[in-house]
């Protein structure tokens, strides 16, 4: 599907930020804010897919060079 372009610290790095801003949406359910935690699953998908389409749209790449 997409190119893997985000490393191993990368990706833990994503999905620990994403599932500590989606807890926030859970632990305030009364205040108005709590839906910019929601932004939350953007990390926390990229990190799983290990694909970030801004990476890929500057011509980044967090992985190790593979030798040849």
């Given amino acids: 599907m997409f190119k893997s ?3 191993a610290a990368d990706r833990i790095l994503r999905i620990v930020v994403g599932l500590a801003l989606l807890a ?9 804010w709590r839906y910019f935690a929601l932004i939350g699953s953007v ?8 694909t970030c389409p801004l990476y890929s749209l500057f011509g ?6 593979k030798k040849v």
Avoid: H, K, R
């Fill in 43 to 50: 990390p926390l998908v990229t990190g799983l897919l290990g």
């Fill in 5 to 7: 372009n985000v490393g």
């Fill in 24 to 32: 926030v949406f859970f632990i305030y359910p009364d205040a108005s």
């Fill in 60 to 65: 980044m790449s967090t992985c190790p060079v």
